[in-house]
Nanobody
Framework: QVQLVESGGGLVQPGGSLRLSCAASGSIVRIDGMGWYRQAPGKERELVATITSGGSTNYVDSAKGRFTISRDNAKNTLHLQMNSLKPEDTAVYYC?????????????????WGQGTLVTVSS
């Protein structure tokens, strides 16, 4: 019904930058909140940043000043610009969204997740 596909992960040296993207597709009527989460090896998934449809943002303390979340509502895309990356940022990054989807003859709120993209920060 609704799919989220992340891209942009990879290997980067400490202090480097990466830009993650997430594209939403399917029977989308409207997308409200969107966010990035990450899960490091052996740890629970944690919130990195969120953004409302109006552009209000929220960040985990460790991301403030280094990461910037943005979205293009016309294209149903989400981005995360990550600067000054640290080894502790190494994780699989997941995209999440609150989506009003068209399901048969009705609309239904869904909360899909992407498959994740791996970010490795290492020298």
């Amino acid at each position: 019904q609704v799919q989220l596909v992340e891209s942009g992960g990879g290997l980067v040296q400490p202090g480097g930058s990466l830009r993650l993207s997430c594209a939403a597709s399917g029977s989308i009527v409207r997308i409200d909140g969107m966010g990035w989460y990450r899960q490091a090896p052996g740890k629970e998934r944690e919130l990195v940043a969120t953004i409302t449809s109006g552009g209000s943002t929220n960040y985990v303390d460790s991301a403030k000043g280094r990461f910037t979340i943005s979205r293009d509502n016309a294209k149903n895309t989400l981005h995360l610009q990550m600067n000054s990356l640290k080894p502790e940022d190494t994780a699989v990054y997941y995209c999440h969204a609150e989506v009003l989807a068209s399901v048969f003859s009705t609309s239904r709120w869904l909360q899909p997740w992407g498959q994740g993209t791996l970010v490795t920060v290492s020298s």
